[in-house]
Nanobody, 124 residues
Framework: QVQLVESGGGLVQAGGSLRLSCAAS????????MGWFRQAPGKEREFVAA????????TYVESVKGRFTISRDNAKNTVYLRMNSLQPEDTAVYYC?????????????????WGQGTQVTVSS
């Protein structure tokens, strides 16, 4: 069983920055890719970013490339999402998730554990 706990969300003005953290329980964290997804009101859950087990490979949805950075610290069982130049359209609940494999994944059904989510609100 894996538990994921996100933190770091909040209210920020457009152009601002936030860093989300996701702390994972369990001793197998370093074997699996991790991802961040988001869901805005009335919209489908959307892939945001993913990082491979080693941290050596990352991938992003086009709309956040150059603004968001995913990273991980396997010694701390934690994955991060640094978000810069935030825009109102980034407003959503952000979820971290553990992939079922070590390589980067972009589809929700490739992830088997999810956190409870953290709200990010960007005001214009």
């Amino acid at each position: 069983q894996v538990q994921l706990v996100e933190s770091g969300g909040g209210l920020v003005q457009a152009g601002g920055s936030l860093r989300l953290s996701c702390a994972a329980s369990g001793r197998t964290f370093s074997r699996y890719a991790m991802g961040w997804f988001r869901q805005a009101p009335g919209k489908e859950r959307e892939f945001v970013a993913a990082i491979a087990w080693s941290g050596g490979t990352t991938t992003y949805v086009e709309s956040v490339k150059g603004r968001f950075t995913i990273s991980r610290d396997n010694a701390k069982n934690t994955v991060y999402l640094r978000m810069n130049s935030l825009q109102p359209e980034d407003t959503a609940v952000y979820y971290c998730a553990k992939a079922m494999w070590g390589t980067v994944r972009t589809m929700p059904d490739e992830y088997d554990y999810w956190g409870q989510g953290t709200q990010v609100t960007v005001s214009s």
